[in-house]
């Protein structure tokens, strides 16, 4: 399964222009990852034919359906791609199985034959006559995703599928489409905000930022060594500090008054350094003395989570910057330490991304 985009599309203060290629065996979906308005969407219905771009070129498992130099731009219904709005877009005087079953093709005993896998497949069982306002969220969506896997599609588009449910029900039903999408065996494309879903869902992962494709991989590559700025914040990095390059195996983080020693030689300059919340690793003052990399912490605050605590504080030694820094640690591991005032962590090394502003 292929897909190949370089495309184009301007809109009053905004210029969608996305260039990017992806591979992917069943079950590998790629994920298009943004914040809100970054252009994910738009990319989405680009490739579905619901939006047409002012020029570029797209290509689905090696059929052109759009090419503005030969002016190619095959309708929706005729590339075979499957879109799951945000809203379902289910017929409102229809029932479940109508909305089902609608346009589809078939004799009598085959459209019955056919209604049934889905209504099974789905658990949509009971179901059947109802109409969209007398169904949860949830059963909305599983009545969309049928009616559209009814016509076997070539490309199946998520555009934020989980955006307008809550978070229990949510949590649900991404297990329960993960499960679903095991029966089908064409090229998924998710769009989301989320770096949960993302992660969950998708093996390979664009990321868009202003229109832009700033990053592509493999998604557990990307979270593992973000790369950019924006990526790091985009997957949920909190700590930051502009850094300087003291030597092949050294770096300063300048915010927090730090200087961290490297095993591993600098290969590339870096503006940024980046250590997430759950990496630090607790020390104490004979290993602060002795060792490097640890922070005599100043703890600001402590924020309570349902399972977690995030320890807010700075390092003590920052007499100029007063940059806050997050630790985040487990409830129980926590609560059974004796000095709760006192706290030194240490930084591993493999806990320091090295981030840079800009490509």
């Not at 797209?58 to 709005?85: A, C, H, M, T």
């Not at 209504?119 to 169904?135: D, M, N, V, W």
Request: charged letters at 30%; glycine letters at 6%.
């Amino acid at each position: 399964m292929s897909l190949k985009v370089r495309i184009k599309k301007k809109f009053k203060g905004f210029l969608l222009n996305v260039n990017f290629e992806a591979c992917c065996d069943n079950g590998e979906y790629l994920g298009l990852l943004g914040s809100s308005g970054s252009g994910k969407s738009m990319t989405l219905k680009c490739i579905a034919g619901v939006e047409t771009p002012d020029e570029g070129y797209i290509e689905l498992n090696g059929r052109v359906v759009f090419d503005s130099n030969k002016k190619i731009n095959i309708k929706p219904q005729e590339r075979n791609v499957g879109y799951l709005f945000q809203n379902y877009a289910l017929f409102p005087h229809m029932t479940a199985e109508e909305n089902i079953g609608i346009g589809l093709k078939l004799s009598k005993k085959e459209k019955k034959y056919k209604l049934n896998e889905l209504i099974k497949t789905f658990k949509l069982e009971g179901l059947e006559k109802k109409y969209p306002s007398q169904l949860s969220g949830g059963q909305q969506q599983r009545v969309a995703l049928a009616r559209i896997l009814a016509y076997e599609p070539d490309v199946l588009l998520l555009d934020e599928p989980f955006s307008a449910l809550d978070t229990y029900l949510k949590e649900k039903l991404q297990n329960e489409i993960l499960d679903f999408l095991l029966t089908y065996h064409g090229m998924v494309i998710m769009v989301t905000h989320s770096r949960d879903e993302v992660y969950k869902f998708c093996k390979n992962l664009c990321i868009i930022d202003n229109g832009k494709m700033i990053l592509t991989g493999k998604t557990k590559d990307i979270f593992k060594q973000p790369k950019l700025l924006k990526v790091a914040k985009l997957i949920g990095c909190k700590n930051f500090s502009s850094c300087e390059i003291l030597s092949s195996n050294s770096i300063y983080a300048i915010d927090w008054n730090l200087k961290l020693k490297l095993e591993n030689s600098l290969t590339d300059n870096y503006d940024y350094i980046s250590v997430r919340e759950h990496t630090f690793k607790i020390s104490d003052e004979d290993e602060f003395k002795m060792g490097e990399n640890i922070i005599e912490c100043k703890i600001i605050k402590v924020i309570e989570e349902v399972f977690e605590y995030i320890i807010v504080f700075e390092n003590i030694n920052n007499k100029k910057n007063k940059v806050p820094i997050w630790y985040k640690t487990k409830k129980d591991e926590w609560d059974k330490r004796k000095d709760k005032d006192r706290l030194f962590l240490r930084i591993p090394e493999e806990a320091i991304l090295l981030i840079k502003n800009s490509n």
